[in-house]
């Protein structure tokens, strides 16, 4: 199967059958390759132009817009930023810059953290962010999301048209391309596993060993000759093998042809409660108890299958600057005693302490689509394209040990540093998500119970220094007894690659001789290096921390 040029690949069009053709090829013809092929659409499919491809270059009013993300640390001044709408535009346009020798990034939703996409060296930056279709491919029985969707794109089709969902996570202006690609994950996961649990097939823009650009299609079926491309799209992280063009997304053990079957049926309603803690009424022993109360929750509520499994909480431990800490919590509200069993988890929480919790949102139910609008909008700190940032990140498989604890205590109540938007979240995890091999898919932590997220935000270019530095200073003292990273053992396990961190491959932060590639995919690491080379042996999908190819 080859590449037809000039026809509209990939958009509304191909309801008709374009792509539908093509993965349904791979599926069902024995012996049959993966490349992707276009084909015309039928007259039953709705005359939608095909979107056509822009190039911005520098003195284009559009160009200072298109060159960072939302993380205004990194910065890119690129020949070009292309513009695609179809995955033959991709095509071209990775053909091209490999013809002409040009170095290049891809943007999906522009939440990288680090500078993977926007830096110096870029000189083409491809951006999918007009590719944003969500739909139903019949000929598959799965929903087609092409890469440049946000997450809030994919959660409002998927719900108003089908009444499903993916367990993605809360901040919508996430894309969809690197957050999936990494194992994402959100408030639904602990019921319905990572967002890569429910991924069946990916459509990738590759470059092979002569220097040709092609799509290619892979898919989760045992006996797809592509199936190591798919596998390594669950967890592998982005920018590593290719341009990801398009997901499709169906439940294992997903049958029939009804699609509102093929998917994860969210809750009908949420149960959303936010609370504050003063730091007023906190001293060091207080602190202790309340963050020791969270971890020993979901050490015990972890397991799969566990009652708690449809609670999902995020509690964020600002600095003392910010005047709170602030835990949001959700359930389903159709569980049995939604209202009790919040009770007695924010009562788990404060166990031990006089310290009461400040209602910042009262207990309320509302639909499940309204809270993760309310919930993905409600912090814009974490949307401001404006900030800057730094981040780290632990899975976490046990509660914290007091030398961890009194850490957190100390840099958060540094009174050498100021910052209200500096924080350690920590976020639920577990239940269903560990339910799955750790080599199944990409995503290798399979057996942690809560996360954490080390972050600060500012505005300030002359900042950067302290509060980078701070966030390191806090990180390496918490993992001190670890050489400054949470390497995999009885009670931490590891980074999690979709909040990539720099730092891990600097041997003055980590001094524990674990390399970044096992902190983020453990034992995984050898076979994504297979993929690698096999799917981009020119090694032109790079960035600072991507998969090396085997030496």
């Keep these: 199967m080859s590449e037809t040029k000039g026809q509209d690949f990939s958009r509304r069009r191909m309801l008709a059958g374009s792509a539908t053709a093509a993965l349904g090829g791979v599926v069902t013809a024995a012996g049959l390759g993966g490349t992707a092929t276009a084909s015309a659409s039928t007259g039953a499919a709705e005359a939608v132009p095909p979107i056509e491809a822009v190039t911005v270059r520098p003195g284009d009013p559009r160009y200072s817009q298109l060159i960072t993300g939302n993380n205004s640390r990194w910065v890119a001044a690129p020949e070009a930023v292309r513009l695609v709408g179809t995955t033959e535009q991709v095509v071209q346009a990775v053909q091209e810059a490999v013809r002409t020798g040009k170095r290049l990034s891809v943007r999906g ?38 890469g440049g969707a946000l997450l809030m794109d994919v959660y409002d089709s998927l719900f108003k048209g089908w009444g499903v969902t993916i367990p993605g996570g809360m901040c919508y202006s996430v894309g969809i391309g690197g957050h999936v690609s990494g194992g994402g994950y959100g408030l639904l996961s602990r019921t319905s596993g990572l967002t890569v649990d429910h991924l069946y097939a990916v459509e990738v823009v590759v470059v092979d060993r002569s220097g040709t650009a092609k799509a290619v299609v892979a898919t989760r079926e045992p006996n797809d000759p592509n199936r190591d491309l798919w596998w390594a799209h669950t967890g592998g992280g982005g920018g590593n093998f290719g341009v990801i063009t398009r997901y499709w997304f169906r439940s294992p053990g997903a049958t029939g042809s009804d699609p509102s079957t093929q998917l994860v049926k969210p809750p009908t309603e949420a149960l959303v409660n936010v609370v504050a803690f003063p730091w007023a009424s906190i001293d060091k022993p207080t602190f202790t108890r309340l963050v020791s109360n969270y971890g020993a929750w979901h050490e015990a509520n972890g397991a799969p299958g566990s009652p708690n499994a449809g609670l999902s909480s995020f509690f964020t431990l600002y600095h003392r600057s910010n005047g709170n800490l602030v835990m949001l919590t959700a359930l389903d509200a159709n569980a049995p005693n939604p209202e009790s069993r919040l009770r007695d988890y924010v009562a788990a929480i404060t166990a ?88 199944a898919t990409a995503s290798a932590q399979r057996s942690s119970t809560f ?101």
């Design 451 to 551: 996360k954490l997220l080390y972050q600060a935000f500012w505005s300030d270019k002359s900042e950067d220094a302290q509060h980078i530095g701070w966030v390191r200073d806090l990180y390496r003292e918490v993992y001190a007894d670890t050489g400054g990273v949470p390497v995999s053992n009885s009670l931490t396990d590891g980074c999690y690659v979709n909040y990539p961190d720099g730092d891990l491959r600097n041997a003055q932060q980590n001094t524990s001789g674990v390399p970044w590639s096992t902190l983020y995919y453990k034992g995984n690491y050898s076979r994504l290096q297979q993929v690698k080379a096999r799917w981009d042996p020119r090694n032109v999908f790079r960035h600072s921390q991507s998969i090396e190819l085997p030496s």
């Design 109 to 146: 939703g522009g939440h990288c953290f680090e500078d993977f996409v926007y830096n110096p060296d870029i000189q083409v930056v491809i951006d999918l962010s007009r590719m944003k279709a969500v739909y139903y491919d019949a000929q598959v029985q799965a929903f087609a999301v092409e």
């Design 352 to 439: 031990g302490t006089s310290v009461v919790p400040i209602q910042l949102t009262a207990p309320r139910r509302l639909p499940w689509l309204a809270s993760i609008r309310l919930l993905g909008t409600s912090n814009p700190v974490l949307t401001n394209p404006t900030l800057r940032g730094a981040h780290k990140s632990t899975y976490m498989k046990k509660n914290f040990p007091a030398a961890h604890i009194a850490a957190l205590y100390k840099h958060l109540t540094r009174t050498d540093y100021a910052n209200p938007n500096a924080m350690v979240t920590m976020l639920s995890f577990g239940g269903k998500i560990n339910s799955v091999a750790e080599n």
